[in-house]
Structures are given as C-alpha cells and as structure tokens.
C-alpha cells in the first residue's frame, strides 16, 4: 500500500471527480485522527475508509443534494493523538478548508476539546470510536455539533462487567488502567459501579500513565490478591505488553478489555498472553454484513480493515444521508439534520438521538481470541 507522507499536522487529499465527464460542486469533508504514534494503524484505516467510499461515490456520478450533484472531496489531518492537535487541525478544517463537516477522531481525549472550536464554525462533527460520555453530553447539555457512530462507556462498561459475573462466573474482579486516559477512566468507572451492581467484588483497582511500559509492580499487587478476571480498558499496545508480564508473574486470571484492544497488533504483539481473553466490540467480523466492506477494502489496500474502519463506513453513511436530509451543504443544516436520522449501517442501525447525539440501542458484540483470531462469542446487552 502506498504511504501517505504528512508535512506538519496535515495533507489534503484531493478525491477524483465524478464520472460522466459532467461538471460538478464539490463538498469538502473532514478527517481527523492518528496517522503517527501508536494508533497510527487505525487512523491510517479510517482515512483509507473514507477515501475509498469517496472515491466510490464519485465514480457513482456524486451525490445529490437538494436537487444538485456534488462531488465528494476529504481532507485529512493528522493529530498525532494529541488533544492540542485535535483542536488546531479543527480549526483549520473549519477556519481554512471551509468544510461541511468533520468524520473522526476516534480517541475520546482527542474528541472532547474539539466541541468548542465546531460551536464557532456551526460545523459538525461524528466520531468514529470516541466512546466517553462528555464527548456528546456535557454537564447533562447536549453539545450541538458533537455526533457520533459507536456506542458509549458506561454501555461497554455495563456489558464487560455483566459479561463477566453473567457468562465467566467471576466474582472477583481487578482493573489497571490509564490514569491519565478519558477512554480508560470512562470504562473503568462503569466496569467497577456495575460489576459491583451484580454482586462482585473488585478487589484491586491499579492504574498507570500512558508511555509506561513497566506494569509488574501494579500486576504483583493484582496476583496478591487473585482475581477471577482482570479488566484492562485500554489500548492494543499496552495491553499487549501488561498481558505479557502478567502471564510471566504467574498470574492465571481471564482477561477482559474494551474496543480499544482489536488490531492485528494485539496478536502479534500479545501472542500466547492475550490467548483465552474476552472484549467488548461493535461487530462480529464475521457477519454477513460487513463481507462486502471488507472485501472492497482488501481488494484496494492489500490488507484488512482494523475496528476503525467499520466505524468511519458508518460515519459516511451518516455523512452523506445527513447532507442529504439537509438538503443543502451547509453545517448547521447538515448538524440539525443529523439529529433523529435513521440509517442501516455495517455496524448496526444507527438512530440518533436528539437529546445525546448517541446512536441509540446499538448491540455489542463479544469475541474471544483463539488460536490467534477474534472468535465471536455473543451479543450480549447490559441489564
């Protein structure tokens, strides 16, 4: 596959005109996520997501909106991961680029900042993964042009913890997490309050600070005190290395974690540690309905597409049933049209809600690692 370099915080990407040799406006969209640091493998996916549907539609003669066809066109930036990067790159898509609307990030870290940088433009903007609360709802306000595609915190929270007591029989449960991570924090939270709900016991709660490398003094805490199950709500790379270590102290406990462990990574990285562990994510990969996405991607990148992706096909999806709801491109038609719409995505039907911008009633899905793949294993809704 062909690597894209990025100068500074970001390039644009120039999709090709519509078919039919016809003339046509163009609507600008943007993206924005990682395209270096360690989750650089899922921006890289949601970019190529995007740009491949783009460049589908276009092919298509365009979409058309309010009686007119347009032409797709999306420019992407790289926010390094980083919260002040988040909010400079939103203000040049919305200052500079003038674009009708914004797909990404998938860090709720890097989702949050933004809301008020999109409030002065009128633009909105759909998540991709972002699963924290406060990325749509703050001090129970709503934020105007905050949207997005996966479902939230204390949801997964809810299901890894009903998951467990439910389904693994565990009683006694430990958490290390990312101290200094909103996903992190949202998900231990709601694991800890509805595990406790059910009956069990958390009986270690150790956390850490992104860029550690080193968790044996958290993980011998943890083994002292023998738990059935150990939830890690955290990403691929450290979860990678904290399995590792736990399975070199001895410690024989299932592991369990969120939708910010799959990625071809986690297996290369985890290997025989992260073998028998559970996590919470927003489809079985082998559902029929996403065959289709999966095998266009493949057949145009050379590779498979990572969580991320199925998620920014959706937020697309939105994307464009939003424009053309509004019925012009503009944002703050595109923003009050995204509210109440209703569309059948990849990842599940997506109806979003007026009151949380959250797509109501999503399922999660829960997949097991076996023999280096990601085995479904049930939908399973919180109660």
């Known amino acids: 596959m062909k690597k894209f370099l990025f100068g500074a915080l970001a390039v644009a990407l120039l999709m090709a005109g519509c078919g039919g040799g ?78 009708v609307g914004i797909i990404g990030p998938n860090a709720s870290g890097c989702a949050i900042p933004i809301a008020p940088v999109l409030e002065k433009a009128k633009v909105p903007d759909i998540a991709t993964v972002a699963t924290n609360p406060k990325v749509t709802v703050q001090d129970g306000k709503v934020k105007p042009y905050n949207f997005r595609v996966c479902f939230i915190d204390p949801y997964q929270g809810a299901v890894a913890a009903g998951f467990a007591y439910d389904r693994l029989g565990a009683r006694t449960a430990a958490v290390l997490y990312d101290v200094s991570d909103d996903y992190s924090q949202g998900l231990r939270e709601f694991f800890k309050i509805n595990f406790e709900k059910k009956g069990g016991t958390i009986v270690a709660d150790e956390s850490f600070n992104s860029g550690d490398v080193d968790f044996r003094p958290q993980l ?106 509004a019925g012009k491109p503009n944002g703050e038609a595109l923003a009050k049209a995204l509210e109440g719409i209703d569309v059948q995505g990849i990842t599940g039907r997506i109806h979003i809600s007026p009151e949380t911008h959250n797509p109501e009633g999503k399922d999660a899905a829960i997949l097991k690692i076996v023999n280096g793949e990601y085995i479904f294993q049930e939908k399973y809704a919180a109660q």
């Open 220 to 325: 011998s805490k943890i083994k002292a005190q023998n738990p059935d199950v150990i939830f890690m709500p955290y990403f691929f790379k450290e979860v990678s290395l904290s399995a590792n270590q736990a399975r070199e102290l001895g410690i024989k406990a299932t592991l369990l974690g969120g939708d910010g462990w799959p990625s071809d990574q986690l297996i290369s990285m985890g290997g025989k540690a992260v073998e028998g562990s559970y996590f919470v994510n927003h489809l079985d990969y082998a559902d029929p309905a996403v065959q289709d996405f999966k095998n266009r991607y493949r057949e145009k990148y050379g590779k498979e597409a990572e969580l991320n992706g199925f998620l920014a096909h959706d937020a697309v999806l939105l994307l464009v049933e939003g424009l053309k709801k």
């Open 22 to 99: 016809g003339k046509s406006s163009v609507i600008k969209a943007g993206w924005l996520g990682s395209l270096t640091g360690d989750q650089a493998v899922w921006g890289e996916c949601e970019l190529n997501t995007v740009k491949m549907l783009f460049e589908e539609y276009n092919a298509a003669g365009g979409i058309e909106v309010g009686g007119k066809k347009y032409t797709l066109e999306v420019i992407g930036y790289d926010n390094k991961g980083d919260a002040q990067e988040s909010v400079n790159a939103t203000k040049r898509l919305t200052g500079q680029d003038k674009v």
